[in-house]
Nanobody, 120 residues
Framework: VELQASGGGLVQAGGSLRLSCAAS????????MGWYRQAPGKQRELVAT???????NYADSVKGRFTISRDNAKNTVYLQMNSLKPEDTAVYYC???????????????WGQGTQVTVSS
């Protein structure tokens, strides 16, 4: 499974960005999709996840500001980030898990990361 993330960039505090992450591969049956981030000198942390039924989970620090969604037909997960703060600055990674429908072998994959920088 290959993940291609896009949408990062530089934005002023209070601004918005939308991240996208598309999964490609054959016979994919995707369960959970999510976004994580890692700031310099810190551990990678969960930002938001979404199940294949649309149930969502958010870190307390982003609740009310970020929205995760997915398009199952496109195997793509999105992260709409509003009211961005300087402390949101990090490399954002997408994560996908599921199984190959042809043989039920599970997979888990990380995207390459996309930089989000929020200036004050």
């Amino acid at each position: 499974v290959e993940l291609q993330a896009s949408g990062g960039g530089l934005v002023q505090a209070g601004g918005s960005l939308r991240l996208s992450c598309a999964a490609s591969g054959s016979r994919l049956s995707i369960n959970d999709m999510g976004w994580y981030r890692q700031a310099p000198g810190k551990q990678r942390e969960l930002v938001a996840t979404i199940t294949n039924r649309g149930s969502t989970n958010y870190a307390d620090s982003v609740k009310g500001r970020f929205t995760i969604s997915r398009d199952n037909a496109k195997n793509t997960v999105y992260l709409q980030m509003n009211s961005l703060k300087p402390e949101d600055t990090a490399v954002y990674y997408c994560n996908v898990d599921g199984y190959y429908s042809i043989n039920y072998v599970p997979f888990g994959s990380w995207g390459q990361g996309t930089q989000v920088t929020v200036s004050s």
